[in-house]
């Protein structure tokens, strides 16, 4: 399985959205939702500096670290699962897609093991307001990457029957869409609660 190149092997862009507009609906309002709680973190932090301060110290970096890694990748192999079914590539891009699904899957893996730590170190949602914000905003974005990896399930079953081709493989750039913006999304996530300190 090699890497596809973004132009060489695809054909050429057309200037029109992937997936379709029940997704974009979808990323609209997770987009909203989060800007929200955003806004809710800022609010927290401007009224407790202090807590904020201390409490990002005491969270796992290596944590925070291994999901990004997780979420980055998964994205990415999700990419060339598109990109190789455009060139034409339909049983590399299932294999990307399996490549996509097993890192997703690591990211409640390392969650667990995340909320295991923070036990073990006597973190929990009623340790101050930082935490409660962190448990709160976190555990939101894992259930929409949950739905993801339900889609990931669903678009791979899919792609397994053989129901996405080069020319219409609008499910697959619904899903790929969807997980780019819940990775975007960790993005945003990740300083704020394991970097700002």
């Known amino acids: 399985m090699s890497l596809p190149t973004t132009l060489g092997d695809a054909p050429p862009a057309t200037g029109r959205v992937p997936g379709n507009k029940g997704i974009w609906v979808g990323i609209c309002c997770e987009f909203v939702e989060f800007l929200v709680l955003f806004i809710v973190y800022f609010v927290a932090r401007a009224h407790f500096p202090d807590a904020f301060h201390s409490g990002a110290e005491r969270l796992s970096q290596t944590a925070g670290v291994a999901i990004t890694l997780l979420m980055v990748s998964s994205s990415f192999f999700i990419a060339c699962s598109v990109t190789s079914l455009r060139a034409g590539r339909g ?26 730590w923070n036990l073990a170190h006597g973190i929990d949602g009623e340790s101050g307001i930082f935490f409660t914000v962190y448990y709160y905003l ?12 339900l889609g990931i399930l669903w678009v791979l079953t899919r792609h397994s029957f053989g129901i996405y081709t080069a020319d219409e493989h609008s499910g697959l750039e619904a899903l790929a869409s969807y997980w780019h913006a819940t990775d975007i999304i960790w993005l945003v996530i990740f300083p704020f609660f394991y970097v700002l300190a």
Do not use: C, D, N
Request: aromatic fraction near 16%; avoid cysteine; proline fraction near 3%.
């Open 138 to 149: 976190t555990f939101t974005h894992m259930v929409h990457a949950f739905w993801g990896i």
């Open 91 to 116: 049983r590399e891009s299932i294999a990307w897609l399996i490549a996509g699904l097993v890192a997703a899957l690591g990211y409640p893996v390392a969650k667990y093991l995340e909320i295991q």
